[in-house]
Protein backbone atom coordinates (compact mmCIF):
# COMPACT_ATOMS: atom_id res chain seq x y z
CA UNK A 1 0.00 0.00 0.00
CA UNK A 2 1.27 3.33 -1.23
CA UNK A 3 1.39 6.14 1.56
CA UNK A 4 -0.71 7.99 -0.80
CA UNK A 5 -3.25 5.34 -0.41
CA UNK A 6 -3.23 6.04 3.86
CA UNK A 7 -6.03 7.47 5.87
CA UNK A 8 -4.54 11.51 6.63
CA UNK A 9 -5.44 11.03 10.17
CA UNK A 10 -4.53 7.83 10.65
CA UNK A 11 -3.20 4.58 9.53
CA UNK A 12 -3.82 0.47 8.47
CA UNK A 13 -2.39 -2.07 9.02
CA UNK A 14 -3.70 -5.51 6.92
CA UNK A 15 -2.45 -9.11 9.23
CA UNK A 16 -3.09 -11.90 6.49
CA UNK A 17 -3.69 -15.07 8.04
CA UNK A 18 -0.40 -17.04 9.07
CA UNK A 19 -0.58 -20.65 10.42
CA UNK A 20 2.64 -20.22 11.89
CA UNK A 21 1.72 -17.08 14.83
CA UNK A 22 0.20 -18.58 17.67
CA UNK A 23 -2.40 -15.50 17.76
CA UNK A 24 -4.34 -17.22 15.28
CA UNK A 25 -6.48 -19.47 16.33
CA UNK A 26 -9.09 -20.36 12.95
CA UNK A 27 -9.00 -19.00 9.66
CA UNK A 28 -9.50 -15.55 9.44
CA UNK A 29 -8.32 -12.36 8.55
CA UNK A 30 -7.93 -9.47 10.86
CA UNK A 31 -7.74 -6.09 9.45
CA UNK A 32 -6.98 -3.40 12.15
CA UNK A 33 -8.05 0.64 11.36
CA UNK A 34 -6.65 3.06 14.05
CA UNK A 35 -8.24 6.03 13.45
CA UNK A 36 -6.84 8.97 15.78
CA UNK A 37 -8.55 12.11 17.01
CA UNK A 38 -6.08 14.80 16.62
CA UNK A 39 -7.89 17.10 18.60
CA UNK A 40 -7.45 14.59 21.52
CA UNK A 41 -5.51 12.42 20.06
CA UNK A 42 -6.96 9.25 21.78
CA UNK A 43 -6.99 6.27 19.30
CA UNK A 44 -9.70 2.97 18.65
CA UNK A 45 -8.80 -0.18 16.98
CA UNK A 46 -11.38 -1.60 15.02
CA UNK A 47 -11.30 -5.46 14.15
CA UNK A 48 -13.10 -7.08 11.69
CA UNK A 49 -12.90 -10.45 10.61
CA UNK A 50 -13.97 -12.22 7.92
CA UNK A 51 -15.09 -16.09 9.24
CA UNK A 52 -14.03 -18.47 5.42
CA UNK A 53 -17.10 -21.12 4.99
CA UNK A 54 -15.86 -23.85 3.03
CA UNK A 55 -18.44 -25.08 0.25
CA UNK A 56 -21.29 -22.50 0.33
CA UNK A 57 -24.31 -23.45 -1.37
CA UNK A 58 -27.03 -21.00 -0.36
CA UNK A 59 -30.31 -23.08 -0.76
CA UNK A 60 -28.12 -25.77 1.57
CA UNK A 61 -26.96 -22.93 3.78
CA UNK A 62 -30.24 -21.11 4.67
CA UNK A 63 -31.77 -24.43 4.70
CA UNK A 64 -29.53 -25.08 7.84
CA UNK A 65 -29.96 -21.92 9.41
CA UNK A 66 -33.73 -22.43 9.53
CA UNK A 67 -33.03 -25.38 11.50
CA UNK A 68 -31.51 -23.41 14.11
CA UNK A 69 -34.16 -20.61 13.75
CA UNK A 70 -36.37 -23.34 14.26
CA UNK A 71 -35.18 -24.53 18.03
CA UNK A 72 -35.37 -21.34 19.20
CA UNK A 73 -37.66 -21.09 21.99
CA UNK A 74 -38.77 -17.21 21.49
CA UNK A 75 -38.92 -15.84 18.26
CA UNK A 76 -38.13 -16.95 15.00
CA UNK A 77 -38.21 -12.91 14.20
CA UNK A 78 -35.13 -13.21 11.44
CA UNK A 79 -32.76 -15.53 9.81
CA UNK A 80 -29.21 -15.35 10.92
CA UNK A 81 -27.68 -15.52 14.51
CA UNK A 82 -29.58 -14.20 17.99
CA UNK A 83 -27.78 -11.97 20.08
CA UNK A 84 -27.25 -8.48 21.88
CA UNK A 85 -25.71 -7.49 18.99
CA UNK A 86 -28.29 -8.72 16.31
CA UNK A 87 -31.51 -7.35 18.54
CA UNK A 88 -29.59 -4.04 18.49
CA UNK A 89 -29.36 -3.49 14.92
CA UNK A 90 -32.44 -5.14 14.31
CA UNK A 91 -33.75 -2.00 16.20
CA UNK A 92 -31.80 0.23 14.46
CA UNK A 93 -32.49 -0.92 11.23
CA UNK A 94 -36.63 -0.73 12.10
CA UNK A 95 -36.23 2.84 12.83
CA UNK A 96 -35.34 3.61 9.45
CA UNK A 97 -37.53 0.78 7.63
CA UNK A 98 -40.76 2.22 9.78
CA UNK A 99 -40.25 5.48 7.94
CA UNK A 100 -40.90 4.26 4.74
CA UNK A 101 -44.37 4.67 2.94
CA UNK A 102 -46.62 1.22 2.67
CA UNK A 103 -50.08 1.62 2.82
CA UNK A 104 -52.31 0.58 0.32
CA UNK A 105 -49.17 -0.63 -1.74
CA UNK A 106 -48.38 -4.17 -3.48
CA UNK A 107 -44.88 -5.23 -1.46
CA UNK A 108 -42.56 -8.19 -2.78
CA UNK A 109 -39.49 -9.13 0.06
CA UNK A 110 -36.28 -10.54 -1.89
CA UNK A 111 -35.09 -13.11 0.68
CA UNK A 112 -38.29 -13.38 3.10
CA UNK A 113 -36.72 -15.44 5.90
CA UNK A 114 -38.65 -16.54 8.87
CA UNK A 115 -41.36 -13.87 7.71
CA UNK A 116 -40.16 -11.58 10.47
CA UNK A 117 -40.29 -8.08 8.17
CA UNK A 118 -43.28 -9.28 6.39
CA UNK A 119 -45.11 -9.52 9.79
CA UNK A 120 -44.63 -5.87 10.17
CA UNK A 121 -46.13 -4.89 7.16
CA UNK A 122 -49.12 -7.01 7.59
CA UNK A 123 -49.95 -4.65 10.61
CA UNK A 124 -49.49 -1.29 7.79
CA UNK A 125 -51.78 -1.69 5.61
CA UNK A 126 -49.96 -2.91 2.35
CA UNK A 127 -52.34 -4.00 -0.50
CA UNK A 128 -50.99 -7.36 -1.42
CA UNK A 129 -47.31 -9.00 0.33
CA UNK A 130 -45.53 -11.59 -1.45
CA UNK A 131 -42.18 -13.28 -0.09
CA UNK A 132 -39.79 -15.27 -1.86
CA UNK A 133 -37.37 -17.30 -0.97
CA UNK A 134 -34.42 -19.58 -1.58
CA UNK A 135 -35.29 -22.29 1.47
CA UNK A 136 -38.88 -24.12 1.32
CA UNK A 137 -37.46 -24.60 5.47
CA UNK A 138 -37.95 -20.77 5.84
CA UNK A 139 -40.41 -20.40 3.64
CA UNK A 140 -42.39 -23.22 6.21
CA UNK A 141 -41.01 -21.05 9.39
CA UNK A 142 -42.44 -18.26 7.72
CA UNK A 143 -46.36 -19.42 6.65
CA UNK A 144 -46.62 -20.41 10.82
CA UNK A 145 -45.94 -16.97 11.65
CA UNK A 146 -47.90 -15.43 8.43
CA UNK A 147 -51.61 -14.66 7.29
CA UNK A 148 -52.90 -16.73 4.97
CA UNK A 149 -53.19 -13.75 2.20
CA UNK A 150 -49.47 -13.36 2.55
CA UNK A 151 -48.40 -15.27 -0.13
CA UNK A 152 -44.97 -16.99 -0.47
CA UNK A 153 -42.83 -18.51 -3.09
CA UNK A 154 -39.70 -20.21 -2.77
CA UNK A 155 -36.95 -19.06 -5.80
CA UNK A 156 -33.30 -18.37 -5.79
CA UNK A 157 -34.29 -15.48 -7.37
CA UNK A 158 -32.43 -15.62 -10.62
CA UNK A 159 -36.44 -16.14 -12.32
CA UNK A 160 -38.86 -15.07 -9.93
CA UNK A 161 -42.45 -16.76 -10.66
CA UNK A 162 -44.19 -13.56 -11.01
CA UNK A 163 -45.52 -10.99 -13.85
CA UNK A 164 -43.61 -7.89 -14.83
CA UNK A 165 -44.25 -4.58 -12.98
CA UNK A 166 -46.47 -6.30 -10.42
CA UNK A 167 -45.17 -4.29 -7.90
CA UNK A 168 -45.22 -0.87 -6.15
CA UNK A 169 -42.13 -1.75 -4.02
CA UNK A 170 -39.57 -4.47 -3.92
CA UNK A 171 -36.99 -4.85 -1.49
CA UNK A 172 -34.28 -7.51 0.36
CA UNK A 173 -33.03 -6.80 3.91
CA UNK A 174 -29.04 -8.34 4.15
CA UNK A 175 -29.58 -10.81 1.38
CA UNK A 176 -27.83 -9.70 -1.75
CA UNK A 177 -24.72 -9.18 0.46
CA UNK A 178 -24.85 -12.94 1.02
CA UNK A 179 -25.00 -13.74 -2.93
CA UNK A 180 -21.09 -13.78 -3.84
CA UNK A 181 -21.49 -15.24 -7.04
CA UNK A 182 -21.44 -11.91 -9.27
CA UNK A 183 -23.21 -13.63 -12.07
CA UNK A 184 -26.31 -14.92 -9.60
CA UNK A 185 -26.34 -11.29 -8.29
CA UNK A 186 -27.05 -9.67 -11.64
CA UNK A 187 -29.70 -12.46 -12.48
CA UNK A 188 -31.45 -11.88 -9.18
CA UNK A 189 -31.48 -7.63 -9.30
CA UNK A 190 -32.34 -8.43 -12.71
CA UNK A 191 -35.29 -9.87 -11.46
CA UNK A 192 -36.10 -7.50 -8.72
CA UNK A 193 -36.27 -4.89 -11.23
CA UNK A 194 -38.44 -6.56 -13.83
CA UNK A 195 -41.28 -7.38 -10.98
CA UNK A 196 -41.21 -3.77 -9.74
CA UNK A 197 -42.94 -0.80 -11.27
CA UNK A 198 -41.99 1.82 -9.22
CA UNK A 199 -39.42 1.55 -6.31
CA UNK A 200 -36.81 -1.19 -5.66
CA UNK A 201 -35.18 -0.44 -2.30
CA UNK A 202 -31.77 -2.20 -0.70
CA UNK A 203 -30.88 -2.53 2.84
CA UNK A 204 -27.37 -4.27 2.41
CA UNK A 205 -23.60 -4.00 3.44
CA UNK A 206 -22.06 -1.33 1.95
CA UNK A 207 -17.97 -1.14 1.95
CA UNK A 208 -15.92 1.10 0.33
CA UNK A 209 -14.71 -1.57 -2.04
CA UNK A 210 -15.93 -5.28 -2.39
CA UNK A 211 -14.67 -7.40 0.01
CA UNK A 212 -15.85 -10.03 2.08
CA UNK A 213 -15.71 -14.12 1.93
CA UNK A 214 -17.41 -16.85 0.41
CA UNK A 215 -20.70 -16.26 2.00
CA UNK A 216 -20.71 -12.34 2.64
CA UNK A 217 -19.76 -9.57 0.44
CA UNK A 218 -19.73 -6.17 0.92
CA UNK A 219 -20.21 -3.56 -2.12
CA UNK A 220 -19.69 0.07 -2.81
CA UNK A 221 -22.72 2.40 -3.48
CA UNK A 222 -21.97 3.08 -7.11
CA UNK A 223 -21.55 -1.17 -7.63
CA UNK A 224 -25.39 -1.34 -6.74
CA UNK A 225 -26.08 2.28 -8.60
CA UNK A 226 -24.14 0.82 -11.78
CA UNK A 227 -25.93 -2.37 -11.78
CA UNK A 228 -29.40 -0.81 -11.20
CA UNK A 229 -29.02 2.11 -13.85
CA UNK A 230 -28.38 -1.02 -16.46
CA UNK A 231 -32.24 -1.75 -15.40
CA UNK A 232 -33.81 1.56 -15.71
CA UNK A 233 -33.42 2.64 -12.09
CA UNK A 234 -31.92 6.03 -10.18
CA UNK A 235 -30.67 6.12 -6.79
CA UNK A 236 -32.52 9.09 -5.13
CA UNK A 237 -32.06 8.18 -1.77
CA UNK A 238 -29.14 6.90 0.93
CA UNK A 239 -28.57 6.44 4.50
CA UNK A 240 -26.36 4.31 6.73
CA UNK A 241 -27.19 2.71 9.97
CA UNK A 242 -24.12 4.01 12.21
CA UNK A 243 -23.81 0.21 13.76
CA UNK A 244 -19.66 0.17 12.99
CA UNK A 245 -18.32 -0.13 16.79
CA UNK A 246 -20.93 -2.28 17.87
CA UNK A 247 -20.63 -4.25 14.17
CA UNK A 248 -16.85 -5.04 15.47
CA UNK A 249 -17.19 -5.54 19.36
CA UNK A 250 -19.72 -8.34 18.30
CA UNK A 251 -17.75 -10.28 15.34
CA UNK A 252 -14.22 -10.04 18.38
CA UNK A 253 -17.20 -11.80 21.20
CA UNK A 254 -18.55 -14.14 18.45
CA UNK A 255 -14.86 -15.31 17.12
CA UNK A 256 -12.43 -15.62 20.19
CA UNK A 257 -15.38 -16.64 22.43
CA UNK A 258 -17.25 -19.30 20.77
CA UNK A 259 -16.42 -23.05 19.28
CA UNK A 260 -14.81 -22.69 15.59
CA UNK A 261 -17.29 -25.35 14.58
CA UNK A 262 -20.43 -23.35 15.30
CA UNK A 263 -22.17 -22.11 12.32
CA UNK A 264 -24.56 -19.27 11.88
CA UNK A 265 -28.01 -19.52 13.92
CA UNK A 266 -26.71 -21.78 16.39
CA UNK A 267 -26.33 -20.53 20.17
CA UNK A 268 -23.17 -17.84 21.13
CA UNK A 269 -21.89 -19.18 24.36
CA UNK A 270 -23.52 -17.63 27.55
CA UNK A 271 -19.88 -15.79 28.17
CA UNK A 272 -19.84 -14.26 24.72
CA UNK A 273 -23.61 -12.71 25.31
CA UNK A 274 -22.66 -11.82 28.29
CA UNK A 275 -19.51 -9.50 27.21
CA UNK A 276 -21.80 -8.14 24.38
CA UNK A 277 -24.38 -6.96 26.83
CA UNK A 278 -21.54 -5.62 29.21
CA UNK A 279 -20.04 -3.95 26.14
CA UNK A 280 -23.10 -2.63 23.69
CA UNK A 281 -23.67 0.20 26.47
CA UNK A 282 -20.58 1.35 25.67
CA UNK A 283 -19.91 0.97 21.93
CA UNK A 284 -23.91 2.22 21.02
CA UNK A 285 -22.41 5.48 22.58
CA UNK A 286 -19.26 5.32 20.39
CA UNK A 287 -21.36 4.07 17.22
CA UNK A 288 -22.16 7.74 17.38
CA UNK A 289 -19.16 9.18 17.77
CA UNK A 290 -17.27 7.49 15.08
CA UNK A 291 -19.80 7.59 12.25
CA UNK A 292 -18.87 5.70 9.06
CA UNK A 293 -20.26 5.51 5.66
CA UNK A 294 -19.76 1.80 5.25
CA UNK A 295 -22.05 -1.02 7.16
CA UNK A 296 -25.86 -1.42 6.76
CA UNK A 297 -27.12 0.94 4.32
CA UNK A 298 -30.81 1.97 2.87
CA UNK A 299 -30.35 2.44 -0.91
CA UNK A 300 -33.52 3.58 -2.85
CA UNK A 301 -33.78 3.11 -5.94
CA UNK A 302 -37.29 5.05 -8.35
CA UNK A 303 -38.01 3.30 -11.90
CA UNK A 304 -37.30 6.09 -14.33
CA UNK A 305 -40.22 7.31 -15.98
Known sequence: MSESTLPRQGFFIYMPFDPSNPFYTSNFSLEIDVK???????CM????????????????????????????KVGNVVAGDDEPYYIYKREKFLNLFHQLSFS?????????????????LEEKGARRLVGVDISQKMIDLARRRLKPSTELYKSDGKIVPLEDALFDMVYSVTVLQHITDELM???????MARVSRDEVILFERIEKTIKGHE????????????????????????KTIQIGVSRRMSAITRQWMNSSSRKEGQPLSPFS???QRFLLPITKIMDGIFPTNTDLTMLRFSKNK
Open 273 to 275: IGV
Open 104 to 120: GKSIMELGSGPGGNLAL
Open 185 to 191: LKSVTSE
Open 45 to 72: IFVTMDHKIDDYTPEKYWSEVAEQVNLR
Open 36 to 42: IDWFKQL
Open 215 to 238: SNCGRPVDYYDSLFSEYGFTLNHK
